[in-house]
T-cell receptor, first 111, second 114 residues
């Protein structure tokens, strides 16, 4: 089966760096996506890791290690507007059209 | 910009009613999805479609059906609404190929069944 584990809540200070971890136990794993969702809003795509290593997009970076079945989202120079829920999602590819989402991590950025 | 629209932001229906949730995307995407989102449970896939008139069950299809008569439109149907179907319903679309892991979501419909 497919399951992804991520912390339910994280609190960090404005201007700091925070890392949100995601571990997966998935057969036929293909890659890991990250989505952001503000309260009352729609999820929006942040990044995708199909290969091991780090992908950087501005203040956000995402990392994948297939050997450890582990990935993380790194947010730098935190801003208040980064307060949101963050979901990792597994893409199993190979003819599957599905993303399987983790339960989400609620990030609270405090002054 | 990709735009995914859903017919209603808020909907209140009675138990036993037949409910239609409509989703339209304007980017000619092949794939469309219906999820429900509940607190502490994340997003769970109900049904998806990879082509017109094609549909596949997701993880929680019971009590739901779907229709895709046109490429841009994907409808979710609750045949006989029940209180445990009170939830936020999210529609998404994606292109085939490398876009499969990048889905574009609509604003959601918050359905309350009383």
């Amino acid at each position: 089966g497919q399951s992804l584990e991520q912390p339910s809540e994280v609190t960090a200070v404005e201007g700091a760096i925070v890392q949100i971890n995601c571990t997966y136990q998935t057969s036929g794993f293909y890659g890991l996506s990250w989505y952001q969702q503000h309260d009352g809003g729609a999820p929006t795509f942040l990044s995708y890791n199909g290969l091991d290593g780090l992908e950087e997009t501005g203040r956000f970076s995402s990392f994948l290690s297939r050997s450890d079945s582990y990935g993380y989202l790194l947010l730098q120079e935190l801003q208040m507007k980064d307060s949101a829920s963050y979901f990792c999602a597994d893409y199993s590819g190979a003819g599957s059209y599905q993303l399987t989402f983790g339960k989400g991590t609620k990030l609270s950025v405090i002054p | 910009d990709v735009k995914v629209t859903q017919s209603s932001r808020y909907l209140v229906k009675r138990t036993g009613e037949k409910v239609f949730l409509e989703c339209v995307q304007d980017m000619d995407h092949e794939n469309m999805f219906w999820y429900r989102q509940d607190p502490g449970l994340g997003l769970r896939l109900i049904y998806f479609s990879y082509d017109v008139k094609m549909k596949e069950k997701g993880d929680i299809p019971e009590g739901y059906s779907v229709s895709r008569e046109k490429k841009e439109r994907f409808s979710l149907i609750l045949e006989s609404a029940s209180t445990n179907q009170t939830s936020m319903y999210l529609c998404a679309s994606s292109p085939t190929g490398t876009g499969l892991y990048e889905q574009y979501f609509g604003p959601g419909t918050r359905l309350t069944v009383t």
